[in-house]
């Protein structure tokens, strides 16, 4: 399992925001919402082994966590929009419980904050991608079997949570050298995730000599 | 100079498509604006050395070729209807001419397709990445300094374009063993740029011995 989370420390847990300018009322969560298609969407389908976390620090009933789960959810479309209406409709349900409750097949929907997610993914090896931090391409465990990445919003992660996930055992990774959008940043990792998978790694191959073919 | 060209096989070359609906009104412009973003804007950003061309062959005007330089472009914002926006009113001008015509700072519009784009780069080295290529970690020539990489949209390169491309010196570049969606290959293959420019490509390095440090 492939888990990613993502805390937005203004995004709205409530579905008090509009579509028509989702940065400007929704406490940026377009950027979550962009972070949803990058980690779960491939051409032509889902991602059925990448779960999703959006932790919603904004608004009246903050904060929350919606769940998305690759393996159960349907009709997950790729533009901002659609993915905007869907968390709507999930943000307008009045649960107040700590523990996840299903909404509708794939989402759900809990109160709380980065420990609910903790608790979702006790087994999982935690990672923080943060600027300034071990290359991700020298991390070994990145393609462990159960992983949950935590990902700041466009403000990075606050000082807080970080001291959190350090002290339950995450590990800090940077993805390059250049400060780049969380939904690239998701996108680069899943990619060399991908590439673990495959056991496609040698970025030295000499050119001519074996070229690998990518499927 | 890093260039991106994504072919829109139905996306508009008109502004009549509708923000509410950009999936269903506009031939798929949604997947081309998210290519914009991701080719372009990194955290509190402009890529000043990337140039992206839409080749947008949708609707009555087709084909025509929008060109966003990020050394010039202003305001780029990275949500869709944004992005969006900037583009219905860049379609709105009428301009029906074989080379590029601007119409405000870092945004011109012209007439025809990829040969277009070809004259507007005419020393670049040329990519075009598709499935079951040579991995892209492995082409020596993409860290070169003048550099257009082709992307199709989430159909693919069709074999005209194809053929065109490969008489032109083009070379197949593969991101990863997962069929992607093309904003996140275009985000991929620049964390590969990141890393060329920076010197940053040994995923070999040994943990604990000599794990670089990231910015």
């Given at each position: 399992?492939?888990?990613?989370?993502?805390i937005?420390?203004?995004?709205?847990?409530?579905?008090?925001?509009?579509?028509?300018?989702l940065?400007?009322?929704?406490?940026?969560?377009?950027?979550?919402?962009?972070c949803v298609?990058?980690?779960?969407?491939v051409?032509?389908?889902?991602?059925?082994?990448?779960?999703?976390?959006?932790?919603?620090?904004?608004?009246?009933?903050?904060p929350?966590?919606?769940?998305?789960d690759?393996?159960?959810?349907?009709?997950?479309r790729p533009?901002?929009?659609s993915?905007?209406t869907l968390?709507?409709?999930?943000?307008?349900?009045?649960?107040?419980?700590p523990r996840?409750?299903?909404?509708?097949?794939?989402?759900a929907?809990?109160?709380?904050d980065?420990?609910v997610v903790?608790a979702?993914?006790p087994l999982a090896?935690?990672?923080?991608?943060?600027?300034g931090?071990?290359?991700?391409?020298a991390?070994?465990?990145?393609?462990?079997?159960?992983?949950?990445?935590?990902?700041?919003?466009?403000?990075?992660?606050?000082?807080?949570?970080?001291?959190?996930?350090v002290?339950?055992?995450?590990?800090?990774?940077?993805?390059?050298?250049?400060?780049?959008?969380?939904?690239d940043?998701?996108?680069?990792v899943?990619?060399?995730?991908?590439?673990?998978a495959?056991?496609?790694l040698?970025?030295?191959?000499?050119?001519?000599?074996?070229?690998?073919?990518?499927?």
């Amino acid at each position: 399992m492939r888990r990613f989370a993502i805390i937005g420390k203004k995004a709205a847990a409530s579905p008090d925001f509009s579509l028509d300018d989702l940065p400007a009322t929704s406490g940026r969560l377009d950027v979550l919402l962009r972070c949803v298609r990058a980690a779960m969407l491939v051409s032509h389908g889902i991602r059925r082994d990448v779960t999703v976390y959006l932790v919603l620090r904004g608004g009246q009933d903050a904060p929350r966590v919606v769940r998305i789960d690759g393996g159960e959810a349907r009709f997950l479309r790729p533009d901002e929009r659609s993915l905007g209406t869907l968390l709507k409709k999930t943000l307008a349900h009045a649960s107040s419980e700590p523990r996840f409750c299903p909404i509708r097949p794939g989402i759900a929907i809990a109160s709380g904050d980065i420990d609910v997610v903790l608790a979702d993914a006790p087994l999982a090896r935690l990672f923080l991608l943060e600027e300034g931090a071990l290359d991700m391409r020298a991390e070994r465990d990145l393609g462990a079997t159960d992983v949950l990445v935590f990902v700041g919003d466009h403000e990075g992660a606050d000082a807080e949570s970080r001291s959190r996930l350090v002290e339950c055992g995450a590990r800090s990774l940077s993805v390059g050298p250049i400060s780049i959008h969380a939904e690239d940043a998701i996108a680069v990792v899943l990619n060399e995730m991908d590439r673990r998978a495959f056991r496609i790694l040698d970025s030295g191959t000499p050119l001519g000599d074996d070229p690998h073919t990518l499927i």
